[in-house]
Structures are given as structure tokens and as C-alpha cells.
């Protein structure tokens, strides 16, 4: 009897629903092919249903109501794991992770503290301080612009990274700082996004930095019109606007969400530098405008971020955002 | 630094303004002749989409607006069709134009690009570029860079203020159209028809939807993305009702709206005396907080055409 039981102990510990179930993946709003952060994961779900020739379900949310049915409706269907992209599904992971405790959950951008869930998060503090380094070395006026969609935590993050990053390099620069909105529209409004880059280079700016999702192709475009510089966000989006990019700041959301599918942990991951989460993009498109010695003093800056000689504050550890 | 400033402001209010000041008299046309249309915003967005996919597919800058405001003079028919021929509630119809546009213009993009919604991004022979590139130089920043440093369809919707004006106000068209708006009873005495006084208004409405929507993207940005109007459609709505039906009016506060955007631009992030830095949601709700308080303030009773909103029913 005492046999049978260890049995079924050990059967129900190797049946881990993993085996069975195909794994699913809710993109957040601003969809799969935003050619920006959703990309990201799109692009690590592709390599990894190219690698292991399974099936992933997807879905893509057309509104805030959805992500929760979307997530409840893909655990029941039996989907393990289940990869939530966006801090603003965190609502419902939470919710619906607790109703499934068998399925593995990974959010990224967000924790979520259930022990079947994996939470990733990226130091994009350290990502944002090389191209603040990038774009004050880049700068002949002395003046860089900060363009971020919602203004929300997360966004507040890329900016205090990449003031620090432009103050490092050049103590007397001058940063000019606008948030597109304060809804989830903010995320997809290329005319204002063109609209506020062209006030910061009004102002005498000549590089800016846009995390703003669909919003940051009008800055690139703006910047394009106007023969200056801007710096991509999350996925590497160098291609966009050949010669005018100066680099962007990558985030690999491939990376994680290809790892989730592969083992899923549960638990918090942080991804920064060192772990090569978040990185400068330098690729055939943006080699001839970053001059080597910017790019030397970046590595340097990126060499000493993970060896632990420049600490980046984390706006989230510190919301005033000193340094 | 002053004149920088200056002429950089004006220069952006009046991108900003653009396509409010052509949705803002596209809606006193529709409005004059006694139709409610809260459809601008739907309209605008599908002319951007149209504009867009157009101007992808055939690089052509004449073809991509002449689709765009095909498309937004049809849908102004079918605004017709549901309201003036069918008597249908035009609040409804003009909502259902926007709710439709909003999806059916994702699932396109979708459907033909596969970009997540949005087009790819037009070159630079297809978009607007400023009329007269070399003003800033010869001007200065205020004349050459605010004033003159803009493309074709800024000054095409700064002359159409006065077109519509002079159309209203000065034809026997345009007596017409006030007519059917005030009371169509009487136009139709008059032997004239009521319901083709009304789509023609309607038609103008869609033109001028079409050029709001290809301004934004043939000049304002590349490339078409889901729900890129973003209100501006509502806000010129405002800006019709805060200028009383007039085409004057409503330039002005078009312009006013749209200096209020850029001033909110300015002073996002600067500290401001004995009040300090002023939270982003504070500044960006000031011109929706002005549109509120002006309209309270300064519109009177019985401004609004007579028959605005009431179907015409034909007496036998």
C-alpha cells in the first residue's frame, strides 16, 4: 500500500501538465507586429517553434477586458506555460494564476508572486544609460530629447537610465523629457509623437531617445525629416530608418520568452547587462553614424555597469530618481 | 532664444491645427444643412488608412488623397443614406461610422500589410513637403519657419475657411443650405429638394474628412497605425460647436485647441512659479478643461440650426 502511494506520488510528479500541453502566449495591446517590444516575443516564440516543430497558441488582445478571459480560457484548454507580455497583464495573471495553480505562468515586465509563476524582469535602467551615453557623445548641441508613451512606472524607468547615462557622459547636457499620454492610446499616436520630436529639435536638441511603442515610428520618421538622430527601444529597430537611427536600445524579450517555453522556473528572473538581457544595437544600418569612439566609450560604460564601478538607479527602487 | 520660440509655436500650432480646422468645417457643412455628424473621427481614420494603403501601393501623393476622400465622401453617403434618406437617428449612425472604422481599418491593415495594423511607411516622394523648404533661411525663424515652412495643406485648409465662409454666406448655394437647415419645410415649398441639398452638403463633409485624414498621414507622419486619430475628430467637433456652426469661429478655436496642445508640449516638465512642476495629466486635460469651460461660458441658447438633428419628413 505504501508502494502504491510513493507510486502515484512519483507518477503525479513526473505527469507535469508540461508534457502534454502546447504552450500560449497573450501579446499586449499594440499586437504581435508592433516592430517593437510584442515583436520581441513573437520573434522568440517563431525560433522556438522552429527548433522544436511544436505548436504555440497565440492571442492578441483588442481590449483591457480581454486579457483575463484570453488567459482563462487558454489555461482551461489544458496550454502550459502560459506567457503573459505586458505589466499591465499582471492584473490577471495574478487572478487567473491562482485558479490554475498546475499551470506555469511566466509575465514578463511585472511580478507577480504565485508559485506558478515566473516573473521576468529587465534592467532596462542599464540598457537606457548606454544610449544616454550613446546619444550626449553623438550630441553636437549639447541637447538630447526623451520621448515615452504612457506615463507610467516602467516608462519613468527608460527615462532615469538614460538621464543618467547622458549626465555620465556629459555632465552639462541638457535633456528634454515629454510623455505622449496618460491612456493606452498614447502607444499609437505617430503624428503626436512626430509632433513632439520636432519640438525638441526646435529646442536645439539633435538625439532622441523614444520608448513609446507604435507612437516612436512618428519620432523616427520626425527625426528622418529632419536630418537628426533618434534611438529605437525593445526590439532592435536600426532598419526603420537607415542613416537617422543612431542605435536602439534592445530589450530581449526573445530571449526570455524562448526560455520560458524551454523550462519554465518559476520565480523572479532579472535580466541586465551582465546576463545580456538588455544591450545598444549596432548592426549594417547604424555602423556608419555611431562613430567608433562613441562606441568605445560605450562598451567601457557597459563593461563597468557589469563589473559594478557605475551603480544605474533603478526608478523603481528610487522613485525620485536621484544620482 | 523668444523669436525661436515663437515661431516654433506658431509653426506647430498650426500642424496641430490642420485637421481640426478641415474636420472642423467639414462638420459645419453637414451641420448647417440639419445633420448631426459625430462621424468626423471615423471618417478621418479611414481616409488616413486609405491614404495610407493607397499611397503604399500606387507612390502616388494625387491618387492617395483622391482615395482618401473618396473613401470619406462614401462613407458620408452611407451617413445619408442611414439618416436623411432613411430617417434614421443620426447620433447613432454617426457613432456606428466610428465604431465600425475603428475595426474594420485595424483588420485591414492586418489582413494586407501584416504589420499588426499599422502600413509600411511611405516615402519621401509620396509624402507633403513644405511649399517653400529654404524660408526659414530667408525669412527668419517666426515669418520663414512658422508662417511659411509648411506643406500644401495647411494653407489649402486655412484658404477653405474662407471658401466655406463665402459658400455659406455669400452664394445662393449656401443660403440654400442654411435653409434646409433652419427649416426645410420651407425650402421644400420653395421647390427644392431637401434630401439632395443634404447630400450635397454631406459630399463637401467627406472631402474635407478625407484631406483632415491624408493630412495625417501624408504630412503629420509616414505611415497609418490603428486608431491614429486619436479624438482629434471629437475635438474639432468641439471646436465646431465652441465656433457656433461658423466657419470663422471655428477656426479659431481650432487654432486655439491647437496652441493649448503645443503650450502642453512646452510645459510638461518645467517648473512653474510658486506652483512647482505640474503633474503630464494636469496639462494634457487643459484643452479638453478649456473646451468645457468656454463652451459653458460663452455659448448662449438657440445657436444650434433649427432643424439640426430632426429627419425632414415630406408632407403630401
Redesign the interface.
Known sequence: MRNLVRLGLAALATASPLAWADPAIVYDMGGKFDKSFNEAAYRGLQKWKKDTGKPVLEFEIANETQREQALRRLAERGSNPIIAIGFSQAGAVEKVSKEFPKVGFTIIDMVVKHPNVQSVLFKEHEGSFLVGVIAALTSKTGKVGFIGGMDIPLIRKFQCGYEQGVKYANPKAEIFVNMVGTTGAAWSDPARGGELARSHFSRGADVIFAAAGGTGLGVYQAARDAKKFAIGVDSNQNYLQPGTMLTSMVKRVEVSVYDALTAHKPGLTTLGLKEDGVDYALDQYNEKVLAPEVKKKADQAKADIIAGKIKVTDFMADPTCKY | MDA?LA??LL??TL??ATPLILCALAGVLAERSGVIDLGLEGKMLFAAFAAAAVGTVTGSTFVAMLAACGIAVLMSWLHGFATVTHRGDQVVSGMALNIITYGLTAVLA?AWF?????TP?LGEDVRLRPLWPGAGETFGVIVGEGLLGHDGLVYTALALVGVVWFLLYRTRLGLRLRAVGENPNMVDAAGLSVRRLRYLALSMNGVLCGLAGAY?VLA????F????T??RGYMALAAMIFGRWRPVPALAACLLFGFLD?IA??L??VKLPHIGEVP??AI?ALPYLFTVVLLAAFIGRNVAPQALGRPYVKEH
Open positions: 525661436i515661431g516654433t509653426a506647430s500642424r496641430v492586418i501584416q504589420q499588426g495594423g499599422q511607411p495625417l503629420q507622419s509616414a505611415a497605425a490603428p486608431n491614429m486619436a479624438g503645443t508640449v512646452r510638461q516638465g503630464v495629466q494634457q
